[in-house]
């Protein structure tokens, strides 16, 4: 293992108090199917966490489990030492596909969490509209999402998922739809947006340089049944031009060691 592997490994024993654990997670499909086993991951609070792997090791099950969406058949989900028994309203989930309602215009969309908590209508239109602004959609309140470009629909996704104001944001593969530019500049609007909201992130990817320039750790599962085998911290200065950072000789060696890690598990 190089030397800026091994620093990024060590470091991960100094990580900051996590406010999600994962303990012993399983999960049995059926009477047979094994998609999660023994899976342990520790999120700290703040910081955004990308789960990485191979196709079908488990990666969005977990979120899946972690959201309260599915219940596990072994082990436990910890959030502020509280055990996960279904959905809270401190997690929410950004889908890959947007869910948007198309009948909705992007303010009724994004106020739509707080609709359903019984927020007033001035109060959550105030909220949509902050959030709106936020993700870089002001103009944009009347319109319904089929008059949306892609990235403009998963802004809008996260722009709902930001204003419940949970502690947890949970992003499920969120700008694989997007063409690679978009995908570039909304991985830039997130670290930008995270600055200001300080959420904690578990984002899940299948690119090993997303979840590197993202990540302040990278879960990397093993291929199903699915465990956590390594946790690697990037610790990028990523204050610099963002087309610098990903010419940087640790970013470079981190993207080549993490592909070591996983390219005997693609068939």
């Known amino acids: 293992m190089n ?16 406010i999600l654990r994962v303990q012993d997670v399983g999960l049995v499909y059926g009477s047979s199917t094994v998609a999660l086993d023994g899976a342990n991951l520790d999120v ?20 899946k489990i972690i959201a309260g969406l599915i219940e596990p058949t072994a082990g436990a989900v910890y959030v502020n030492g509280k055990p996960v028994e279904g959905p809270g309203p401190d ?4 889908f890959q596909d947007f869910a948007l309602l198309p009948w909705a ?20 239109e105030e909220t949509a509209r902050h ?32 204003a419940v104001e949970s502690d947890i944001l949970m992003m499920d593969e969120p700008f694989s739809a997007v063409d690679e530019q978009m995908r570039r500049k909304l991985q830039e609007d997130l670290l930008d ?25 990278v879960a990397i599962l093993t291929r199903r049944p699915g465990r956590v085998t390594k946790v690697i911290r990037p610790d990028l200065d990523r204050s610099g031009d963002v087309d610098v950072i990903r010419r940087l000789p640790q970013y470079v060696e981190l993207v080549d060691e993490i592909w070591a890690s996983l390219k005997h598990y693609v068939e």
């Open 44 to 63: 700290p609070k703040g910081q955004l966490t990308a789960l990485l792997g191979p196709s079908g090791c488990g990666k969005t099950t977990l979120l």
């Open 193 to 217: 947006l995270l600055k200001i909201e300080k959420k904690t992130v578990i984002f899940v990817t299948h690119s090993i340089e997303e979840a590197v320039y993202l990540a302040d750790q």
């Open 3 to 18: 030397a800026t592997a091994d620093r990024a490994l060590a470091s991960a024993a100094t990580q900051a108090e996590p």
């Open 105 to 124: 215009t992007v303010l009724d969309n994004v106020a739509f969490g707080l609709r359903a908590r019984g927020v007033p209508r001035k109060e959550r």
């Open 91 to 94: 997690r929410a989930l950004v």
């Open 131 to 162: 959030y709106i602004n936020e993700v870089g959609l002001s103009g944009f309140e009347d319109k319904h999402p089929h008059e949306l470009s892609g990235g403009m629909r998963q802004r809008a996704g996260l722009a709902r998922a930001l």
